[in-house]
């Protein structure tokens, strides 16, 4: 595989059950795709996602990555905070270092009833995202 083709995921570890059936999804759609799983990293919740995404981006070996995870309804706007905050912070990333990142996280906002039938479906729709950057907006070293 070449250097264009090395993708990482990240992975929140909250909704641990769900979000392993996430990742399940997310690396047969990579192997499918010919990408190169180069990383999993696995971190507590999503306002951990950005760093561990930044640290990914930074390594040349990884041309892109893709994100997984779940915010779920709560009582107050906590989740609609965490995932605009969250969200902001990942597009500032794919613009800062010109590489691509394909969101697979379910929600803000979703209900618990919801999120089972989404799990593989937004894994395998990041990962496609991903993909599809890749080859639109190839990585130029030179510039």
Do not use: C
């Not at 999503?46 to 709560?74: F, H, M, N, Q, T």
């Not at 800062?96 to 979703?110: A, S």
């Amino acid at each position: 595989m070449s250097e264009k083709n090395g993708v990482a995921i990240v992975v929140g570890s909250f909704h641990q059950v769900e979000t392993e059936r996430m990742l399940a999804a997310a690396v047969a759609a990579i192997e499918a795709r010919g990408l190169e799983l180069r990383a999993v990293v696995r971190v507590p919740g999503s306002y951990e996602k950005p760093l561990a995404a930044k640290r990914l981006l930074l390594r040349e070996d990884i041309a892109g990555l893709v994100v997984l995870g779940i915010i779920e309804r709560g009582e107050t706007a906590h989740g609609l905070v965490m995932g605009q905050t969250v969200s902001d912070a990942l597009m500032r990333l794919q613009l800062d270092f010109m590489k691509p990142i394909g969101i697979g996280i379910i929600g803000p906002e979703v209900h618990p009833s919801q999120i089972p039938p989404r799990l593989e479906s937004h894994a395998v729709a990041a990962v496609a995202a991903l993909e599809a950057m890749l080859r639109v907006v190839p990585v130029d070293k030179g510039k």
